[in-house]
């Protein structure tokens, strides 16, 4: 079983800066991309940033300029570096990542952070 477990949502004011953290754990062989994508009310989800495990990236015409995805391969972890926030950046954010098992691949979810920007 894989579990993502995402860290550092909460409140800003436009203009701040927040860091998303997401760690992948239990029975991996390998992590191939890890992303980040967001859903807002009302709306459907969308991918924000995603990292190879080579670290190429890929960024959202929306966050490009102000979010950074990184990954730590050693810690299963990758990370989402957001800087001048705006409200519209406003919405849950949920980690992603594609796993290898010894059983095979999974396409793995955590749970969701919620990030919200007051202006």
């Known amino acids: 079983q894989v579990q993502l477990v995402e860290s550092g949502g909460g409140l800003v004011q436009a203009g701040g800066s927040l860091r998303l953290s997401c760690a992948a754990s239990?029975?991996?062989?390998?992590?191939?991309?890890m992303g980040w994508y967001r859903q807002a009310p009302e709306k459907q989800r969308e991918l924000v940033a995603v990292?190879?495990?080579?670290?190429?990236?890929n960024y959202a015409d929306s966050v490009k300029g102000r979010f950074t995805i990184s990954r730590a391969n050693a810690k299963n972890t990758v990370y989402l570096q957001m800087n001048s926030l705006k409200p519209e950046d406003t919405a849950v954010y949920y980690c992603?990542?594609?796993?290898?098992?010894?059983?095979?691949?999974?396409?793995?979810w955590g749970q969701g952070t919620l990030v919200t920007v007051s202006s």
């Open positions: 992603n990542a594609a796993v290898r098992t010894f059983n095979g691949n999974l396409d793995a």
């Open positions: 239990g029975v991996i062989f390998s992590i191939n991309d």
């Open positions: 990292v190879t495990n080579g670290g190429s990236t």
